[in-house]
């Protein structure tokens, strides 16, 4: 039968096969690998996707948050408001700019950043807000624009997890003025190595990252910032350009897995079975179970042939590299829960039923295996 893998790429490379490589041939015979036509029409079409004016392609997801915090006026010496369970991306753009990153808990249902947490945490030091649109939907944004007028904060999305998703106050990367999204290979929209975009309504703020991720230019050797190099190149435009036309497909096929899921698992005792936010239209970036005895069950999945992965089994506050900022255990309970018991499932657009029966039938046994006391 196989290993079930727990993302499989190979797929998706194989339908857009025949797009691309004629593309980056005729990249080869240019030798036009950075910007051009490609990146912007890219721009272009994510864009009228995503329902904004402006996108600029960047290099990756990391430097595309740096660049919205720094086109948002976040400075050094700044807070940014974020939630404990993400990834360190989100905090490390915030640190890049010497700026510091203030942790939230999340809630209980969802593992979204929790709004009254957020009200809580602010002091005159505060500058923006960074809601994790995490695993698939999207952040209760709506319930955090009050909160950012009454204190004149920014919203910065952080939307790399969420292509295609909406809620309540519309699509993930066009509900904040500004957003950030990644599209490293494993996202539901991925290039063909690291990538990323800022999202804008504010065409002073794209025309300025836009000017920072090009070494702070505007014209050739003339430098009107301290920038950085962040453009987005034209071999993974292509790739995203491929892959785009085919995304509302794939996100659909990843609702039916998560739905199919849901009933493969419904009566599974000892599983507790992700929920999607009132309003949300969820894209399932990962299918994220919780269990008690995690470690136990994930052997057992691996006895099985079925890859597992935790996202994330530390939360960000409490990991070495954010030490000096004095956050101890306890200070975040649901988030801190959480990661002791959260488990990913095999997830992407080209999951079999059979591969999810698969896997629904050995994590029964792995938690029946922990709960029976099986060694």
């Known amino acids: 039968m196989g ?18 490589l004629p593309v980056w041939q005729q990249q080869l015979a240019t030798g036009a690998f950075i910007g051009g036509e490609e990146v912007t029409a890219f721009e272009l079409e994510f864009a009228a996707y995503i329902g904004v004016p402006h996108v600029v392609g960047v290099s990756n997801g990391t430097d595309a948050l740096e660049l919205a915090f720094r086109a948002s006026g976040v400075v050094r010496g700044d807070e940014v408001i974020m939630p404990a369970n993400t990834f360190i991306a989100t905090a ?23 709004p009254k947490h957020v009200e809580a945490a602010i002091t005159e030091r505060t500058r923006a807000v960074a809601p994790v649109h995490l695993f698939g939907q999207t952040a209760p944004v709506e319930a955090l624009v009050p909160i950012a007028y009454k204190y004149g904060l920014t919203i910065v999305e952080d939307a790399a997890q969420a292509q295609g998703a909406s809620g309540p106050a519309g699509r993930a990367g066009a509900i904040a ?12 929209l991925g290039a063909a190595g690291d990538a990323g975009a800022v999202m804008t309504k504010d065409p002073e703020a794209a025309a300025l990252v836009r000017n920072l991720g090009a070494h702070g230019s505007s014209r050739k050797y003339l430098h009107d910032h301290v920038g950085m ?11 995203l350009r491929a892959k785009l036309r085919r995304l509302e497909r794939w996100n659909e096929a990843r609702r039916a897995a998560a739905e199919r ?3 493969l698992l419904a009566d599974t005792a000892g599983v507790w079975l992700p929920r999607t936010r009132t309003g949300n239209i969820d894209v399932w970036h990962l299918y994220v179970v919780q269990v008690e005895g995690r470690e136990q069950v994930m052997a057992g999945l691996a006895t099985a042939g079925i890859s ?52 629904a039938e050995a994590l029964a046994s792995a938690v029946w295996s922990y709960w029976a006391g099986d060694d």
């Open 3 to 20: 290993d079930v893998p727990f993302l499989d790429l190979t797929a998706q490379s194989a339908e857009i096969a025949d797009e691309v």
């Open 92 to 114: 490390e753009a915030v640190s890049r700019i010497g700026a510091v990153p203030v942790f939230v808990d999340v809630d209980k249902d969802h593992l979204l950043i929790d």
């Open 177 to 188: 003025s500004i957003s950030a999204t990644s599209f490293y290979p494993g996202k539901n």
């Open 229 to 239: 190099n962040a453009r987005l190149d034209a071999v993974q435009a292509t790739v």
């Open 261 to 263: 899921y849901q009933m």
């Open 308 to 359: 597992t992965a935790i996202h994330y089994p530390t939360i960000v506050p409490l990991t070495e590299a954010y030490a000096s900022l004095g956050y101890r255990p306890g200070q975040f309970p649901v988030a801190e829960r959480a990661a002791t018991r959260i488990l990913s499932l095999p997830m992407f657009p080209h999951l079999t039923v059979e591969q999810q029966e698969r896997t």
